[in-house]
């Protein structure tokens, strides 16, 4: 496979990582964020040799036609531009119409300038799904209308969930795919069939894979890790018996023990306080298992919500959705499946499926902001794929 990339809002490289499995050139990446810019440049570049341009640079500061000159490429000559403008003001965790207003927002737009100039033969955005929310309606009209008007033809403006394409993770994230009018489209498929289901679909009794869960990314679990989450969720807590909870737990997928050597082998080290309540928070379960000797003065007077926080991640299932505090407990459920602690930057990264010898850069706090904002190399792969298998079809 080949063709020429460019990668907007780059990060740390996940949509390039993906990209370069594939076999494509990715002639530039922007990334203003210092630290995930290194970490591009440590592992796209320095380790996997491509000859990428990268800019940290602020994105609004760099001249797209300039820079297409610079690279050296004429106006359609671009195979496809990738990238996730800054999310932040369309996140759908905002209340009310927090984030309407929000500058970032606009980088939206400066993403199509790109396009402009570059005329590619197509582009993919990604997002959360708060994209779609009515409150941002203005800007995802405007961005359509763009596109519309300037020789491009939406052919998915909706939502995907990595966990149907086999990444181990329940992350639901918004996709755009424009390709240029001048394309023959007759027959062009996107997104891509979904090749991964829940345990108790048709799909999977016929033969196809279930979504893989979080318990892939740790160790396999031992007869005495199996016989306390017996007790203290399968027993209590679901219908099973003990022999088919035996033989769920016994045929989960697991990864491999952590390499001592692994830069990114660390996690938070939790006050005395955080040990003894992870101490209590039974296995699968959430804040609220802790019980009241640990709960928090935000969490008092039976408060309902935010049950994930200080949550341990569920073996059974795909993970929670990996975001930027994903080293934290109390940024949700990243307590580690049996261990009194956090989980560590590696775990997070491998549910966000980038192999170990790709290393994070920074502290603590930057790594896991670059994991969490990264697009899963797997689900880019698979979507990148299908995109240019039906443009070299035609």
Known sequence: MSGKVLDLFS?????????????????????FDSMASHTYRENIVNRLNQKTKILNEDILSVDPDNLRNNLGLKAGELTLILGGPPCQGFSSHRLKDAGVNDPRNKLLFRYFDFVQAFSPKAFLVENVSGLFWKRHKEYLDKFIELANGNNYKILFCGALNAKDYGVPQNRKRAFILGVRKDINKEGFSFPPPQTHFSPKSEQ???????????????????????????????????????????????????????????????????????????????????????????????????????????????????????????????????????????????????????????????????????????????????????????????
């Open 204 to 394: 999977v009794k016929s033969g196809s894979f279930k979504w893989r869960t979080a318990s892939s990314v740790f160790e396999p679990l031992s007869n005495r890790i199996i016989e306390k989450y017996i007790e203290q969720h399968f027993k209590p807590h679901t219908n099973l018996g003990r022999k088919e909870a035996i033989e769920l737990l016994s045929s989960l997928e697991s990864g491999t023990a952590l390499s001592a050597d692994d830069p990114c082998n660390v996690h938070m080290q939790p006050t005395e306080k955080m040990r003894k309540r992870f101490e209590h928070t039974r296995l699968n379960g959430s804040r609220i298992d802790a019980g009241k000797e640990f709960e928090l003065k935000c969490h008092a007077n039976n408060y309902s919500g935010h049950k994930d926080v200080y949550g341990r991640i569920c073996i059974h299932q795909p993970s929670n959705t990996i975001t930027t505090g994903c080293n934290n407990p109390s940024k949700g459920r990243f307590v580690h499946p049996w261990r009194n602690h956090g989980i560590t930057l590696r775990h997070a990264s491998r549910l966000q499926t980038f192999p170990d010898d790709f290393i994070f850069y920074g502290s603590n706090t930057q790594q896991a902001k670059q994991i969490g904002n990264a697009v899963p190399p797997l689900l880019g792969e698979v979507l990148i794929n299908e995109i240019i298998n039906g443009l070299d079809e035609r």
């Open 11 to 31: 990060g740390a490289g996940g949509f390039s990582l993906a990209a370069h499995r594939l076999g494509l050139t990715i002639e530039a990446a922007i990334e």
